[in-house]
């Protein structure tokens, strides 16, 4: 709000993205504390729950009051507060987000399903433990250069895939921490953006898509069809295609998370997002930057906060405000935002506002 | 959807408004489910969470999806399944929708928030046991002509003022129950609505606002902001009066609430709800009935269901398919569902549709 010069006055609602303030604050129904601390009266505000891609709907939803007229100015924020809790408990919560019936009564949390991926994927296209690994010191390398990161600091290849063993085979640095963060964007329709101050980037597409709860129901393992679904959505409404985009922010809550996701949304060819990583084409240098923020894992994956930080990144690298992480000379960026086990997907594509 | 004759395909989207599958069920991220369990496709679905007033967010939200031309056909849905837990746990688990910070630390639930409302409300107008017991009676009475009432059976007056004490003044009959339901609509753009089966009715206008988490940052006790706002603006919306609207169905969690509600949203002078209630005016006879089906107090109030139900029981009044219960000539009716302590309220006018 400071950087847009607006007021409170000028906010007409309140989107918010949140997996569980009951769980992890003792605070359920926590929409209307955003206007009640911020000093708003009455401003409508409202949660919304997609478990890790709860953030990614508070945007959405913000776009979708806006393009329906009722709404001029929406204030879409996703935010949460994990380190309250012991980890154990933590894991057991999220947990909550995947097939309760089928999965979390036998034992799994989420460290065991995406390795589940991890081997399934590593079967059928030998995407190996050296490629997750390059995943994670590619992500932590990024976050040096980001002054709101988690983790500010490399890692090697040696250190990841030698560190503890997590749900076999993911270790350590596959695996995303646990973080308190929050992530704010003000959403106003675009001939109305010149009205307010700092610098302005057009959100051009955006899609949802759902499936099945539990992975047994799922004809593959080795990517999202969701994924693939609101990455095709996405394009279609956008009229792109994954050659126009120049760099992405993509879900990276484990290292095979995000190899998947970079050829479910059509940048590569399936199979070869490890190999693709290890060379390096997926770095701040390389011809397709991921994750330049640090990702899920360096940057931090505070759960409610994720879509709308990946959000607030692809702004700042459109605006050219990155600083020591800018990209030179990008006009596109695209998000991608995962909950659960892939059940919610959400992605958006930014473009740069002049 | 059978009654609408229509198919899984046609449906666009999916929203839901539940308090806390996480809770209740151990099942966080509960919305995919819905279309999972469906046989749906892909079909996006998000979870919104506004504390009891999240039915009436799942319906206001699938009215502004399709506002904005993104969908043609919207599924609103509310659920919530409570009787997993014990009741002590399910009022502490409700309590977390208070302000956790200053209220819930306190020990204060529900029933005792609005115990001070009860005696703001009597010290103030004289609203005294007897007027607050004649709300629980008529809903009671109300309820024995609806088949999906939880309680079919009539109370009197006496019965409930000598009730077990819950929280002073309020006892047993003051409160509603704990319930399990689910309720839902079929949402389309008015052209559209004649290529389906079934009765329709038109959403003339809606609203939502917000309030402070804690009561003591509130200028009164004797009722809600919120719902002042959310009626003034639903009126702006639909142009129209109080005057107009032939019946409502209001957020009777506790008798005092049903008093206040009728009061803000304009339809009786402030002060007065406890004696028109008293005097037989919001019977089902009197001349502007209030909760027909049974209200909160006596069809139940699966927290999550209950701002779709209101809007399902108005549609089907409006319908002239209400059976026993059918009002006669009517055909403006309101909703009025409330969230916390009132931090959230969404109204909802419907229009008769021929």
Redesign the interface.
Known sequence: MEMAEITNNSID??YAGM??P??F?????A???I??YLG?K??????????CASGG?AIM?GI??I????YDTVLSVGAEKMTNLPTAHVTE?LA??????YE?SSGITFPGAFAMMARAHEREFGTNAEMRASVAVKNHKHAVDNELAQFRKEITIDKAINSLMIADPLRLYDCSPITDGAAAVILVPWDKAKNYSGPKVKIRAF???????SLH?RPELTGF??TK?AARKTFEMAKLTPKDIDFAEVHDCFTIAEIMAIEDMGFFEKGKGGSVTLDGETARDGHFPVNNSGGLKAKGHPIGATGVSQVVETFKQLSGIAGKRQLDDVSLGMTQNL??SG??IVCHILERGD
């Open positions: 609602a309140i997996l569980s009951d769980v604050e003792h605070q359920m129904h929409a209307p504390g206007p009640d708003m009455n401003t409508p505000s409202t949660r919304l729950e997609a478990a709907l939803h979708i009051g393009a329906s007229g009722l919560a909550m987000c995947a097939d309760d019936i979390v899609a949802q898509a759902s499936d099945t709860m129901d069809m969701t679904v909950g659960g059940s919610t």
